[in-house]
């Protein structure tokens, strides 16, 4: 697995709502990681597959919604997505994609429609952005969004549900927290179960298999004070790490931290 | 602050319902802890003061709902809480009550009717037991209860909101448990803001002044395995660290583990 794209800090500039982010993107106006530029907006991981993989890879998603909460998929071949954009086109409206090569990552393209075919499923999966904006709207702080900085992300011992090929560890994301924040942030992301809901680990990381904080298979790492909980949830580069596994001839997801950005509300995946 | 009484293994026998239990305390029949005495009712902590330090002690409550939870308060004198059983006599109807003179525990009495007096109000302030039965339901281990022990409780140097002359540490209770279910519990207890709620602190006890988990300032120790995390919850005791801190001439308490049991529901506290 190739290290992340490295992020640049947060960009200074924000889009008005996902379809600007998306159409700056589709012009090639907007290369950059996607992380706050369109805030309240929901921010989705891409999984695109063949037809004969898409199926299996489908169920896989139905039995791991904790890293694979599935928001929508596409009819094969159609690169619209209607649920999640009234104009939105699959092919161009990321910043940056993976293409996957037999399991190996290929390019890392701005497009993909060169790529296209009439066999393309198109899955959008639930991202970390919609809680943490809530967190950071009750004042948790994050702190690898004050360094400006991809989260920090490991994999597990812990197995996903195989489903056909796909199979492989699940991979979390890390964010330090003091007690007292860990505890209401369970709370919080307890409400949004369509983006991986409340954590699966705090504390122990060693409990799950993971031996150096400091060393991250993906993102960036960020010190944890003493006074401060390692505090897991369950992460949507987990299915990356499953097609990767899966060795399938072909399929693009976004690169890391690149996303589709969507016109739907985060506060519309808020369950109480 | 003398040791509590040490709690017998859970009892044998069951009641049927909170009016069952009160009788059998009222009658002297009953003198053992309540600890799963009667499953489903709400057990409450039980504070008794003179009128003219009561208005004080009712805000704060107001000022600590975490630790001080009300739910319900009598009129001066009046023996009765019609909110919480219907022939309820609070001056015979828990197993065991402490009584304070001084800021000092005085007598441990099975009935306090030779003490009554036309300007006491009672207070009925949340219990843990109602969240246990929730955690235990949902298949999470507590381990003092597996151990047939009271909770281990511990002072802290969170300070509450002082009210009048009340004033003094948070305690809490502490429940070992694995990380996993440490998440849930978090989920479970806080749909019990009327008793306790979410927990306050995971993880570092050092952090909130307890200096050796094997050694509580009340109830009785359990171990915490290296897979575990201690977690705390804000406690009933807290509001009788604070009478004796105020030192006030005369009060009544519950003696901990024999609580008042009543009429309601646990599930008619649960607030999702």
Request: glycine letters at 8%; aromatic letters at 8%; a negative charge.
């Amino acid at each position: 697995m190739p290290a992340t794209i490295p992020l640049k800090r947060p960009p200074e500039r924000f889009f008005h709502d996902g379809q600007a982010v998306r159409l700056a993107a589709r012009s090639g106006r907007f290369v950059e990681h996607t992380s706050g530029i369109a805030p309240g907006y929901v921010q989705g991981n891409l999984v695109i597959l063949p037809r004969e993989a898409a199926d299996e890879f489908l169920r896989f998603c139905q039995r791991n919604p904790k890293p694979c909460p599935l928001l929508a998929v596409s009819e094969p071949g159609d690169p619209t997505l209607p649920a999640l954009g009234a104009d939105l086109d699959i092919r161009t409206d990321l910043p940056r994609y993976r293409v996957w090569r037999d399991g190996e990552l290929a390019e890392e393209p701005v497009s993909v429609g060169h790529l296209w075919g009439d066999d393309l499923v198109s899955f959008v999966i639930g991202c970390s952005f919609t809680f943490e904006e809530a967190l950071l709207a009750d004042g948790i702080p994050l702190r690898h969004v004050a360094c400006g900085e991809n989260v920090a992300m490991y994999r597990t011992t812990i197995a996903t549900e195989p489903a056909g090929r796909f199979h492989g560890p699940l991979v979390v994301s890390m964010r330090p927290l003091r007690p007292a924040d860990a505890i209401r942030a369970v709370q919080i992301t307890s409400r949004y179960p369509a983006v991986h809901g409340a954590p699966v680990h705090l504390g122990h990381p060693d409990a799950i298999g993971i031996v150096d904080l400091a060393r991250p298979d993906y993102g960036a790492a960020v010190p944890v004070a003493a006074d401060e909980l390692p505090v897991f949830w369950a992460c949507g580069v987990t299915p990356q790490a499953a097609i990767a596994a899966a060795r399938v001839p072909f399929a693009i997801t976004h690169a890391p931290g690149y996303m589709l950005v969507t016109d739907r509300r985060n506060r519309d995946y808020a369950i109480l």
